[in-house]
């Protein structure tokens, strides 16, 4: 067995304390003998969420010699705030104690810069591997393996039960409800995300009519009581009263009859979609990931495709999917639909003329015109966000997850992690506050005179009278909770480091299996070295007249079984997206590693 760079962890620390242990604190010394995954994660990242879904299985498998603990990092000024937290590790399903780092502790004992980040801890207490970004679970558990012939055999392992204690459940009627769609005869259809159900309402909005859905999750079609779904969200009502659920965490799209609750699968496989997947094609043969919301627009059902950072359409008439819009890279660029990023569009609704986005991480209020072009009304990038209103372009969302059109042509956002309804008014091109005091509002529909608010972690409906007169909130404004990394004017050699996983090799049979794609904000920032390529290494010049900005670095590399003697060895896709921080100044480091998979050898200690 080749050996391994090891590096001492260091200790679990966060102010928040922990979460799903009854109560109890951990620290290493009580998880000597079992091996640790730490699992770096915060509740708005996608990605965040994709790692979530991938350890469930290597959790059940290895439960007598495995602890994943997640150590929750926050970008957003809500994710700081414990209730928000332990919300999210009950509305996610989190079956692992999580310690809640507010102040970013461990986050920077450990030297992450990126959510997701997984770091595996040996039964000694040794870091023996590092994997940034998502798709890398096959390779941990190839590690566990190894690491449970290993360490049985010089008696360092240690089996049975771990730490995780299990919440009581909550009696409510809607749990975590995410969309809302107001049905033919005025009944309402809820997507009660954390029990993978849809759920009727009668009017009042109270009063359970029926549930579609067995309540377990999975992806099984039929009848009412036996279809069932993993986390579903939006909703959008066909001609002919049928609707279109996204499924979200089933990366699918599914058909209910509201009338007979039939359930039918529309688009997707039940498969995430992976960098060199068809992006077209018959809908039912095409992999999708993490559709969040969906709306009829132009003939077509659109799909914001959280997962992957993209807009999607499906083609009732044809039963076909295609991208629409967005790149995969993330952040807010605008333009012709195939140059434009976006960041985890969230939530859509649908004029004559405009397709209307919340484009969640970066806290962006944006549009879709008739020919595709894509524009932003309110927000700025990824680490700018808060609670402001005013003009547009001084304006501050923080992480909206819906919009709903109003009657007079304006828009009201779901602003959800501001707990505030938000209205944009494309006539003046202002930013206004409706309501305060809602509970994370995920989505709202329109109801004569009254706007309906799903208040997703008050796990209800909330009708509201459409205000006259706006509410006065005090401007705050943040950025993402992150250090600055300190580099040096001029050459900065950017190191993304990619150790394939043992027993395999990297995948080069059809040409480089490594890509590279360097920008910054602002782009004066960059000198040189911007642009994409294959190689994982990139030599930098930085602008002496910018003191800070953003790199943001997106990487890729494949992987596969390195056996000869298989003719079709399985192949795996390793990637990430980095959005660093970085201030320039003089005695800065002139070397920026960033690990997508392995050690860095800069960092490694002795074994």
């Not at 970004?133 to 240690?158: D, M």
């Not at 979609?273 to 068809?278: A, C, E, H, L, Y």
């Not at 994982?536 to 002496?544: G, T």
């Amino acid at each position: 067995m080749a050996k391994r760079a090891r590096v001492r962890a260091p200790e679990l620390a966060g102010k928040g304390g922990w979460i799903n242990t009854g109560g109890k604190g951990l620290g290493l010394t009580e998880l000597r003998g079992r091996i640790v995954i730490v699992d770096f994660w915060t509740f708005c990242c996608i990605n965040c969420l994709h790692v979530l879904d991938e350890l469930r299985e290597l959790e059940a498998k290895h439960r007598d010699t495995v602890v994943v603990i997640g150590v929750h990092s926050p970008k957003f000024a809500h994710e700081a705030e414990h209730a928000a937290v332990v919300d999210a590790v009950e509305r996610y399903e989190v079956e692992h104690p999580v310690l809640d780092d507010p102040e970013l502790a461990t986050w920077k004992q450990y030297a992450v810069r990126a959510w997701p980040t997984l770091v595996v801890i040996d039964p000694e207490g040794y870091v023996v591997a590092q994997h940034a970004g998502e798709g890398h679970v096959h390779a941990i558990e190839r590690l566990v393996t190894e690491l449970e012939t290993e360490h049985e055999a010089k008696g360092t392992l240690r089996r049975g039960d771990g730490p995780y204690v299990a919440p009581d459940p909550e009696p409510t009627a809607l749990r975590f409800p995410g969309k809302a769609l107001l049905l033919p005869g005025g009944d309402f259809l809820v997507s009660d995300t954390t029990r993978h159900q849809l759920v009727r309402l009668a009017p009042d909005g109270e009063t359970v009519v029926r549930r579609y859905g067995s309540g377990e999750r999975g992806f099984v079609d039929g009848g009412a009581e036996h279809a069932r779904f993993s986390e579903p969200q939006g909703l959008a009502l066909l001609d002919g009263g049928a609707v279109v659920v996204a499924d979200t965490v089933n990366h699918a799209l599914r058909r209910l009859d509201p009338v007979t609750g039939e359930v039918s699968t529309l688009a997707g496989t039940g498969r995430q979609w992976w960098r060199g997947s068809p992006t077209s094609g018959l809908a039912w043969e095409v992999d999708l990931s993490s559709p969040w919301d969906v709306a009829v627009f132009g003939g077509k059902v659109w799909i914001a495709m959280a997962g992957v950072h993209q807009l999607w359409t499906y083609d009732p008439e044809d039963c076909t999917v295609a991208v629409a819009a967005g790149t995969t890279n993330e952040g807010l660029v605008d333009g012709p639909g195939a140059e434009a990023w976006f960041a985890q569009p969230s939530g859509l609704a649908a004029t004559g003329d405009r397709l209307w986005l919340a484009d969640s991480e970066t806290s962006a209020l944006r549009w879709v015109d008739l020919d595709g072009t894509v524009h932003t009304a309110v927000g700025t990038g990824l680490f700018d966000f808060g609670h402001r209103d005013g003009a547009a372009d001084q304006a501050l969302l923080q992480h909206p997850l819906g919009v709903t059109v109003l009657p007079d042509g304006s828009v009201a956002v779901s602003d959800t992690y501001n707990h505030a309804l938000r209205r944009y008014d494309p006539a003046t091109g202002e930013v206004t506050t409706l309501a305060t005091d809602l509970r994370e509002p995920s989505d709202a529909v329109l109801v004569g005179d009254d706007i309906v608010v799903v208040e997703s972690a008050r796990h209800r409906l909330t009708r509201l009278r459409l205000p006259e007169e706006t509410v006065k909130v005090e401007a705050v404004a943040h950025r993402t909770r992150r250090a600055p990394t300190e580099v040096a004017p001029g050459s900065l050699r950017l190191d993304v480091v990619f150790q394939a996983p043992a027993g395999q090799k990297l995948d080069e049979r059809y040409g480089p299996s490594t890509r590279l794609l360097v920008s910054s904000t602002p782009p004066e920032l960059l000198l040189g070295g911007e642009g994409a390529d294959t190689g994982l290494s990139r030599a930098l010049e930085l602008n002496p007249s910018v003191s800070e900005g953003v790199l943001h670095v997106s990487a890729m590399a494949a992987s596969c079984d390195d056996d000869p003697a298989n003719a079709y060895p399985a192949c795996h896709v390793h990637q990430q997206d980095w959005g660093v921080p970085v201030r320039v100044s003089a005695g800065g480091a002139d070397r920026l590693p960033l690990v997508l998979a392995g050690m860095d050898e800069g960092t490694a200690g002795p074994g």
